[in-house]
T-cell receptor, first 113, second 114 residues
Framework: DTAVSQTPKYLVTQMGNDKSIKCEQNLGHDTMYWYKQDSKKFLKIMFSYNNKELIINETVPNRFSPKSPDKAHLNLHINSLELGDSAVYFC????????????FGQGTRLTVV | AQSVTQLGSHVSVSEGALVLLRCNYSSSVPPYLFWYVQYPNQGLQLLLKYTSAATLVKGINGFEAEFKKSETSFHLTKPSAHMSDAAEYFCAVSADNQGGKLIFGQGTELSVKP
C-alpha cells in the first residue's frame, strides 16, 4: 500500500495549457505539502495544508492553485503553463509539528514544451 | 530564519570506505534536523532525524549523524560504503514555528566506486 501517491508520474504539455497533479495519502496525517525540485535538484516548499486549511504559501505565482477536498488529498492545479514550470513536483504529508517526519510521494516530472 | 548548507555537491568514495557528507545549518530557534535520501526517479526517504533527544542519531542502512550545536553541524556518516548507497542526499532543517516546513540544503550526490 503506497503511503503517499501522486498521479501522473510524468506529464508533458505545451506552454499555455492548464494541468493538474493529484496527491493522496493513507497515513492519517493532518498536514500535506507540495514541494518543487528544480533541474539542479534543489527542493523548495510551495504550499502546505493542515486539515484542508492553507498554512504556507511560499510566494508561488497565482497560476498555481492548490486544493484540498479533504485532509487525505491535496491537488495542484497549474494555469497557463510556462517553460520555467518544468520541474519535479513532490507531494508530502506529516503529522503536525516541526519534529515529525515528512513522507514523500514518488514525484511528478512536469515538462513544458 | 533557517538555512542549510551542504558542503560538496558531489562526493565519491570507494566501496568499503567511510562516507562523510557535511551539513551545516543556521537557525534562530532550536532546530530539528533531517537527512533524506533520493534514489534516481524516486521520492525522498528519511534516513534519520534529530529532535533534541540524543545528539548521536542512528538511522537506516547503517547511517548515523551527530548534532553539534557549537559547530552548527549535522554531518552524516557511514563506516563502510556499499554500491547501493549511491544516491542524492539532502539535509533539511525545521522548527516548531514553521508549520512542518522543511528547508533543504542543495543536496550531495554520492558516488560509490567498486
Amino acid at each position: 500500500d503506497t503511503a503517499v501517491s501522486q498521479t501522473p508520474k510524468y506529464l508533458v504539455t505545451q506552454m499555455g495549457n492548464d494541468k493538474s497533479i493529484k496527491c493522496e495519502q493513507n497515513l492519517g496525517h493532518d498536514t500535506m505539502y507540495w514541494y518543487k525540485q528544480d533541474s539542479k535538484k534543489f527542493l523548495k516548499i510551495m504550499f502546505s495544508y493542515n486539515n484542508k486549511e492553507l498554512i504556507i504559501n511560499e510566494t508561488v505565482p497565482n497560476r498555481f492553485s492548490p486544493k484540498s477536498p479533504d485532509k487525505a488529498h491535496l491537488n495542484l492545479h497549474i494555469n497557463s503553463l510556462e517553460l520555467g514550470d518544468s520541474a519535479v513536483y513532490f507531494c508530502a504529508s506529516s503529522q503536525a509539528g516541526g519534529s515529525t517526519e515528512a513522507f514523500f510521494g514518488q514525484g511528478t516530472r512536469l515538462t513544458v514544451v | 530564519a533557517q538555512s542549510v548548507t551542504q558542503l560538496g555537491s558531489h562526493v565519491s568514495v570507494s566501496e568499503g570506505a567511510l562516507v562523510l557528507l557535511r551539513c551545516n545549518y543556521s537557525s534562530s530557534v532550536p532546530p530539528y534536523l533531517f537527512w533524506y535520501v533520493q534514489y534516481p526517479n524516486q521520492g525522498l526517504q528519511l534516513l534519520l532525524k534529530y529532535t533534541s533527544a540524543a545528539t548521536l542519531v542512528k538511522g537506516i542502512n547503517g547511517f548515523e549523524a551527530e548534532f553539534k550545536k557549537s559547530e552548527t553541524s549535522f554531518h552524516l556518516t557511514k563506516p563502510s560504503a556499499h554500491m547501493s548507497d549511491a544516491a542524492e542526499y539532502f539535509c533539511a532543517v525545521s522548527a516548531d514555528n514553521q508549520g512542518g516546513k522543511l528547508i533543504f540544503g542543495q543536496g550531495t550526490e554520492l558516488s560509490v566506486k567498486p
